[in-house]
C-alpha cells in the first residue's frame, strides 16, 4: 500500500496568513493527489484533483502542486471558513490511501 | 442538485450483518462509479470499496475482503454495502461517494453523502 504522511498534523493561524500543507508519498504516484476538506461532523469536501486542478466552486486562493511523491496545498490567504481538517488521497493504486489529516485552527 | 442520501446505518453486535444504502438523485447515476469511504471515530478517512458506473468492476481494500460487498442498481440510483461478519473495528461513519468522472474511474470523490454511524459492539 502507498502510505500518504502530512505535514504537519495540526497548526495554528490567523485569518490573512498564508498556509502550507505538505503531502508526501512513500513512492511515487505521478500527479494522482487530491486533495479534501472537512469540517466536524460533516462530510468531507474536494478541494483539487490531479494535484493542482481547482474543483468547480471553490474559491482561488486555494491550490496545489507537486508531482512524484511530493505535494503541496497552499491556502493564500485564510478565511474564516477554513478552519478545517484537511486531507490528501492518492488515487494512483488501490487502495487509495489518504493522509492522516492536517488540523488548521485559529490561533 | 446532486445528492447522496446513506441509510441503514445502526448498532450491531458482532459477527451480524447490516446492509447500507445510498439513494442518488440529481445526476446520471448509471454514469459514475461509486464508493464507500469510512471514518472511524476521531480518525481518518479510509477507503473501503469501489463499483464500476456499469457494476462490471468492484475492488475492495484488503480488510474488508471477503465481508463486505459493494453493489448498485442503476434503475433504482441506489448503491448498497452488504457487510458481514462485522468487527469492533468497523465501527465508523461510512459514506457513498461519487467518482469524479464518468465512465472511467479516476478514484476522487467530488459528491458525498452525509454518512450514517454503524457501531459494532456488544
Known amino acids: 500500500d502507498i502510505q500518504m504522511t502530512q505535514s504537519p498534523s495540526s497548526l495554528s493561524a490567523s485569518v490573512g496568513d498564508r498556509v502550507t500543507i505538505t503531502c508526501r508519498a512513500s513512492?511515487?504516484?505521478?500527479?494522482?493527489l487530491n486533495w479534501y476538506q472537512q469540517k466536524p461532523g460533516k462530510a468531507p469536501k474536494l478541494l483539487i484533483y490531479a494535484a493542482s486542478t481547482l474543483q468547480s466552486g471553490v474559491p482561488s486562493r486555494f491550490s496545489g502542486s507537486g508531482s512524484g511523491t511530493d505535494f503541496t496545498l497552499t491556502i493564500s490567504s485564510l478565511q474564516p471558513e477554513d478552519f478545517a481538517t484537511y486531507y490528501c488521497?492518492?488515487?494512483?493504486?488501490?487502495?487509495?490511501?489518504f493522509g492522516q489529516g492536517t488540523k488548521v485552527e485559529v490561533k | 442538485q446532486v445528492q447522496l442520501v446513506e441509510s441503514g446505518g445502526g448498532v450491531v453486535q458482532p459477527g451480524r450483518s447490516l446492509r447500507l444504502s445510498c439513494a442518488a438523485s440529481g445526476f446520471t447515476f448509471s454514469s459514475y462509479a461509486m464508493h464507500w469511504v469510512r471514518q472511524a471515530p476521531g480518525k481518518g478517512l479510509e477507503w473501503v470499496a469501489v463499483i464500476w458506473y456499469d457494476g462490471s468492476n468492484k475492488y475492495y481494500t484488503d480488510s474488508v475482503k471477503g465481508r463486505f460487498t459493494i453493489s448498485r442498481d442503476n434503475s433504482k440510483n441506489t448503491l448498497y454495502l452488504q457487510m458481514n461478519s462485522l468487527r469492533a473495528e468497523d465501527t465508523a461513519v461510512y459514506y457513498c461517494a461519487r467518482d469524479g468522472m464518468t465512465t472511467v474511474t479516476a478514484y476522487y470523490f467530488d459528491c458525498w453523502g452525509q454518512g450514517t454511524l454503524v457501531t459494532v459492539s456488544s
Open positions: 488521497q492518492q488515487s494512483y493504486s488501490t487502495p487509495r490511501t
Open positions: 513512492q511515487g504516484i505521478s500527479r494522482y
